[in-house]
């Protein structure tokens, strides 16, 4: 049974409202508490380990599947196997997200590794959603790790979200493109107070014609922490580019380190990366649009992440 | 009607004070266009701030339409009706020219028909630019006549240009005289445009000439084109010879 406490949690971080239609599977407090599946979404839980197996019928298109984990007691720590098998000729939506309540003592964390096997001219557009609240002591922490293996022709947009609240977060994220694949990563990630974040990301052009875009925008407030690592690697003859924005508040910290390797003559690979505060004229300009001080702060920073 | 007394702004240097206005008074009655002209540096821009609050005077007292708006904020002046164009417009990574102009309206529904007319206004198409974010993607001439879409876009009783005509080319120059032009007939605001340009001085139901912190000049667009013809020839040394 869903409490409110659940159910907000699922509308933050999964769009979900009310019962949920289609493909899904709600994980909460390390347990099952919904699971649906569909014609041509198949869920089944793991039998040797915590976690899931997704399994996508060829020709699938334009299902929905939410699959988030809430945690709302005080000093759950779970790592969980999420494998999504996804045939051919797909389009599809797959909607994760992860929200932690925690109103006690005790640390809550949350690990989780996802991967992904993209069939052959498959479309899949992943979501994932990272928010924590609770006034509690104990901390809110998720370590997220990704692998994508896109088969030739498939493509993955990944838009992974930290909204806030989340005290320690070490994301992991690795895309290996076959010939003709695209993944496009968007990542957004605020931290505040004393909270630290960390993102690794590796995408591997191996294939020909293959493509890589990642594009981090972060806002770092108060005296938080983050460390970006976003690496491109040139296999094959392919286009790459990484693109890292974050806007630095306070007395935060923010270090950036992109990469690209070319191993190929024909791999063009670009990376950008831009650490900065909120220019003073930015602010002033909406100030005359009629906006006070801290609502064009907020402004910007909701544009920046949105 | 907008009345400022008395303004002085001076700001400390190395060598001392340095008076940027000195002593500056006028009046501007509502629904006029006024055109603020002189040379660089003779402190049009700084007069032009100081109405908007994004400069506080050293001494004086600003009024408009009868409140003394001395010690208001830049916001609470915007919210009383006044908007300022910037000769040089910030960019926004994030936010799109749609975001800015529904921000300047004020109307969170802003229709894609209304950012069409502000747009069009300033020379340039709402299908190629609705979506872009106002980043280093676009020309300088770009951000400025967006710049000056959401201006248009706040439709605020006073309305501040500086250098409006700076960076954009001779075909959307037109349009956007054209534009206030309207703006002046139809009798929808009052309006200060700094600008060197003598078609839009030629707007002007009055030209005010700023220079070495002091008004020099005050009349029509007539009257004053001559003066500053003779001061410019004046002041050429190959031309006196």
Same mark, same amino acid.
């Given at each position: 049974m869903l409490t409110e406490v659940d159910s907000a949690l699922l509308e933050k971080i999964? &769009?979900?409202?009310g019962k949920p239609v289609g493909a899904v599977n709600i994980r909460k407090d390390s347990g099952c508490e919904a699971r649906q599946s569909t014609e041509h979404i198949e869920i089944t839980g793991k039998e040797d380990k915590p976690g899931i197996d997704i399994r996508i019928k060829d020709g699938t298109v334009g299902e929905k599947c939410h699959i988030p984990v809430i945690i709302t007691k005080s000093g759950v720590q779970e790592m969980v196997y999420n494998d999504f098998f996804i045939g051919e000729n797909c389009d599809v939506e797959i909607i994760a997200g992860c929200g932690i309540h925690n109103c006690g003592g005790e640390e809550s964390r949350h690990d989780g590794i996802h991967t992904f096997y993209v069939g052959k001219n498959s479309k899949v557009k992943y979501t994932e959603k990272h928010y924590g609240e609770g006034d509690g002591t104990g901390g809110r922490i998720m370590n997220p790790q990704t692998v994508v293996y896109l088969e030739e022709g498939a493509t993955i947009q990944m838009d992974t979200t930290q $909204?806030? /609240? $989340? &005290?320690s977060t070490k994301r992991d994220t690795k895309i290996v493109c076959g010939k003709g694949a695209e993944a496009v990563v968007t990542e957004r990630l605020l931290t505040h107070g004393d909270q630290v974040a960390e993102s690794d990301m590796e995408i591997v052009? &191996? /294939?020909?014609d293959s493509k890589g875009r990642v594009i981090s925008r972060s806002v770092a407030q108060d005296r938080s922490n983050q460390v970006f690592y976003p690496r491109m690697v040139g296999n094959a003859s392919c286009f790459g580019h990484v693109q890292c924005d974050s806007i630095i508040m306070g007395d935060a910290k923010i270090k950036s380190i992109p990469a690209i390797t070319a191993n190929c003559t024909e791999a063009q690979l670009v990376h950008e990366a831009a650490i900065g505060k909120i220019a003073g004229e930015q602010l002033l300009k909406l100030e005359t649009l009629g906006l006070t001080p801290e609502e064009a702060e907020e402004c910007i920073l909701k544009g920046f992440l949105a | 009607m907008l009345e400022l007394k008395h303004i002085c702004y001076t700001v400390q240097d190395a060598d001392g004070s340095l008076d940027i206005l000195k002593d500056v008074s006028l009046t501007i009655d509502d629904h006029k266009l006024v055109v603020f002209t002189g040379p660089?540096?003779?402190g049009k821009t700084t007069l032009a701030k100081i109405i908007m609050g994004l400069v506080t005077p050293t001494s004086g007292q600003i009024l408009w339409n009868g409140q003394d708006i001395t010690s208001l904020s830049i916001t609470e002046r915007a919210k009383l009706g006044i908007s300022y164009g910037f000769q040089q417009p910030p960019r926004f990574k994030a936010l799109t020219v749609r975001d800015l102009l529904t921000l300047a309206s004020g +109307? @969170? @529904?802003?229709s894609k028909d209304k950012c069409c007319q502000y747009l069009t206004k300033v020379g340039l198409c709402a299908n190629d630019y609705l979506e872009r974010e106002v980043d280093v993607s676009l020309s300088g001439g770009e951000v400025k006549r967006i710049e000056i879409a959401s201006i248009l876009a706040r439709g605020s009783q006073l309305m501040i240009f500086d250098e409006?005509?700076?960076?954009? +080319?001779l075909w959307s120059f037109a349009r956007l005289t054209e534009t206030f032009e309207q703006i002046h007939r139809q009798g929808d605001a009052t309006m200060i445009i700094i600008s060197h340009q003598e078609r839009i001085i030629s707007l002007a139901d009055e030209v005010i000439v700023v220079g070495d912190g002091s008004i020099r000049h005050r009349g029509t667009a007539d009257e004053i084109l001559p003066k500053i013809l003779t001061d410019t020839l004046g002041g050429c040394p190959v031309l006196s010879r």
């Amino acid at each position: 049974m869903l409490t409110e406490v659940d159910s907000a949690l699922l509308e933050k971080i999964a &769009d979900m409202l009310g019962k949920p239609v289609g493909a899904v599977n709600i994980r909460k407090d390390s347990g099952c508490e919904a699971r649906q599946s569909t014609e041509h979404i198949e869920i089944t839980g793991k039998e040797d380990k915590p976690g899931i197996d997704i399994r996508i019928k060829d020709g699938t298109v334009g299902e929905k599947c939410h699959i988030p984990v809430i945690i709302t007691k005080s000093g759950v720590q779970e790592m969980v196997y999420n494998d999504f098998f996804i045939g051919e000729n797909c389009d599809v939506e797959i909607i994760a997200g992860c929200g932690i309540h925690n109103c006690g003592g005790e640390e809550s964390r949350h690990d989780g590794i996802h991967t992904f096997y993209v069939g052959k001219n498959s479309k899949v557009k992943y979501t994932e959603k990272h928010y924590g609240e609770g006034d509690g002591t104990g901390g809110r922490i998720m370590n997220p790790q990704t692998v994508v293996y896109l088969e030739e022709g498939a493509t993955i947009q990944m838009d992974t979200t930290q $909204i806030r /609240g $989340i &005290d320690s977060t070490k994301r992991d994220t690795k895309i290996v493109c076959g010939k003709g694949a695209e993944a496009v990563v968007t990542e957004r990630l605020l931290t505040h107070g004393d909270q630290v974040a960390e993102s690794d990301m590796e995408i591997v052009l &191996d /294939g020909e014609d293959s493509k890589g875009r990642v594009i981090s925008r972060s806002v770092a407030q108060d005296r938080s922490n983050q460390v970006f690592y976003p690496r491109m690697v040139g296999n094959a003859s392919c286009f790459g580019h990484v693109q890292c924005d974050s806007i630095i508040m306070g007395d935060a910290k923010i270090k950036s380190i992109p990469a690209i390797t070319a191993n190929c003559t024909e791999a063009q690979l670009v990376h950008e990366a831009a650490i900065g505060k909120i220019a003073g004229e930015q602010l002033l300009k909406l100030e005359t649009l009629g906006l006070t001080p801290e609502e064009a702060e907020e402004c910007i920073l909701k544009g920046f992440l949105a | 009607m907008l009345e400022l007394k008395h303004i002085c702004y001076t700001v400390q240097d190395a060598d001392g004070s340095l008076d940027i206005l000195k002593d500056v008074s006028l009046t501007i009655d509502d629904h006029k266009l006024v055109v603020f002209t002189g040379p660089n540096g003779g402190g049009k821009t700084t007069l032009a701030k100081i109405i908007m609050g994004l400069v506080t005077p050293t001494s004086g007292q600003i009024l408009w339409n009868g409140q003394d708006i001395t010690s208001l904020s830049i916001t609470e002046r915007a919210k009383l009706g006044i908007s300022y164009g910037f000769q040089q417009p910030p960019r926004f990574k994030a936010l799109t020219v749609r975001d800015l102009l529904t921000l300047a309206s004020g +109307d @969170k @529904k802003l229709s894609k028909d209304k950012c069409c007319q502000y747009l069009t206004k300033v020379g340039l198409c709402a299908n190629d630019y609705l979506e872009r974010e106002v980043d280093v993607s676009l020309s300088g001439g770009e951000v400025k006549r967006i710049e000056i879409a959401s201006i248009l876009a706040r439709g605020s009783q006073l309305m501040i240009f500086d250098e409006p005509e700076a960076g954009i +080319d001779l075909w959307s120059f037109a349009r956007l005289t054209e534009t206030f032009e309207q703006i002046h007939r139809q009798g929808d605001a009052t309006m200060i445009i700094i600008s060197h340009q003598e078609r839009i001085i030629s707007l002007a139901d009055e030209v005010i000439v700023v220079g070495d912190g002091s008004i020099r000049h005050r009349g029509t667009a007539d009257e004053i084109l001559p003066k500053i013809l003779t001061d410019t020839l004046g002041g050429c040394p190959v031309l006196s010879r």
